[in-house]
């Protein structure tokens, strides 16, 4: 059974920081690109980093130099560590895989988890 559970979302002030974490089960990880999108009310799902299966990354212009994702493939997770968080970082962030390589349309993925909420306020 295909799983993706992501934990370590909840709400932070204005320049602070979290740590998305997600656990992969059912298939092989290793060899598949990873990533986190994110969905905020009444917005479409956007993606924010991607990882493919040899490490490399990307990022939307938006988190660029503030988010950091990585992965370990004997753990079978997949990370987004968020810093210096901005109120427009607020949404539900989605754990994904697929075995096509990165992509920025979500269509293209495979497995979705169920989201975690961040929220940022003062």
């Not at 009444?42 to 992965?71: A, D, H, M, P, W």
């Not at 970082?89 to 990165?102: E, L």
């Not at 988890?113 to 003062?122: H, P």
């Amino acid at each position: 059974q295909v799983q993706l559970v992501e934990s370590g979302g909840g709400s932070v002030q204005p320049g602070g920081s979290l740590r998305l974490s997600c656990a992969a089960s059912g298939f092989p990880f290793g060899v598949y690109t990873a990533g986190w999108f994110r969905q905020a009310p009444g917005k479409e799902r956007e993606g924010v980093s991607l990882i493919n299966s040899e490490g490399l990354t990307y990022y939307v212009g938006s988190v660029q130099g503030r988010f950091t994702i990585s992965r370990d493939n004997a753990k079978n997770m997949v990370y987004l560590q968020m810093k210096s968080l901005k109120p427009e970082d607020t949404a539900v962030y989605y754990c994904t895989s697929n075995a096509r390589g990165p992509s920025w349309d979500p269509s293209e993925y495979d497995f979705w988890g169920q989201g975690t909420q961040v929220t940022v306020s003062s």
